[in-house]
């Protein structure tokens, strides 16, 4: 997919020369994906691909991207740059780089941009590019040498909207997140009710106590005169 739609989609950055350069070092990196040996180096390929990008994005925009910025130039530079073997490097640093880099930070965050960008391309349908099956079939089988300006529009338009879905799904996890946060505060807060409720009532009952021993005392006094 990447080597077949890369003749026709185009950047949305403009001519540019630091936006090209950017650009540039973002293939470059991906490029040298397969040159690298150690899971460390090829995941400092990575980093430095995103890093460009957002670089990219900051010139372009004057403004920091976000994850919803970095995937979409993530699959167009992949589909640019069509580094060789990227499935099978994805897996060998998933698989030999030491867990805790994969779990958090810098590193993890940009290696799931780039897993996530990797899935896009692979499951990619007619549908998601509002292409007839017919038109896909032809774009994939390489009959043009060139994809048609309705090609990059057409990519453009279904690639936004799959990005707008999953920032839909996105703010519906952050509802959800939110909700769940309150909800865990109020039942923190009830537990304490609760307690101090439960408190409160047994302080009562030993006071209680304490006052009606005294007045069997008492009452044992007059008995006894």
């Avoid at 090209?20 to 990575?46: F, G, M, T, V, W």
Wanted: hydrophobic share 35%.
């Amino acid at each position: 997919y990447c080597a077949v739609l890369s003749s026709g989609i185009n950047a949305e950055y403009g001519d540019n020369e630091l936006t090209d350069r950017q650009l540039a070092l973002a293939q470059y990196y991906l490029l040298e994906l397969n040159k690298k040996r150690s899971p460390h180096d090829k995941i400092s390929c990575i980093v430095l691909c995103c890093k460009s990008l957002y670089d990219l994005f900051n010139v372009a925009h004057d403004k920091a991207a976000g994850a919803d910025e970095l995937l979409p130039m993530l699959i167009y530079t992949l589909i640019v740059a069509s580094p060789v073997n990227l499935y099978s490097t994805t897996q060998y640093i998933d698989r030999f780089l030491p867990a805790e880099k994969l779990m958090s930070g810098e590193t993890a965050y940009n290696f799931t941009n780039v897993c996530c960008a990797i899935q896009f391309l692979e499951n990619l349908t007619p549908d998601k590019l509002s292409l007839s099956h017919g038109e896909f079939e032809h774009y994939m089988e390489g009959h043009s040498s060139h994809l048609e300006d309705a090609l990059t529009q057409k990519f453009a338009s279904g690639l936004l909207e799959n990005i707008e879905r999953v920032k839909k799904c996105e703010d519906k996890v952050k509802q959800l997140q939110s909700y769940h946060v309150k909800l865990k505060d109020n039942a923190e807060r009830l537990h304490v009710d609760v307690q101090k409720h439960w408190t409160d009532v047994q302080s009562s009952i030993e006071s209680a106590r304490h006052q009606f021993k005294g007045l069997d005392e008492e009452m044992a006094k007059l008995l006894n005169s």
